[in-house]
């Protein structure tokens, strides 16, 4: 299957919160051009 990776792993911008979750984004088009966005939730 042939994926487009449009942005790579990465840490969010924003700071971590007060529970201590921060989160990696990704995103990746489909075949027919549309974005998904993949989230790795990180705790502490």
């Known amino acids: 299957m042939n994926v487009k990776i449009v942005r ?3 840490p969010m911008t924003y700071p971590v ?3 201590g ?3 990696n984004i990704a ?3 489909d075949p027919d051009g549309y974005s998904i966005e ?3 939730w990180l705790i502490g």
Do not use: K, S
């Open 38 to 40: 993949l989230v790795q």
């Open 17 to 19: 919160d007060e529970t």
């Open 21 to 23: 979750h921060r989160e």
């Open 27 to 29: 995103f990746i088009a």
């Open 8 to 10: 790579e792993p990465g």
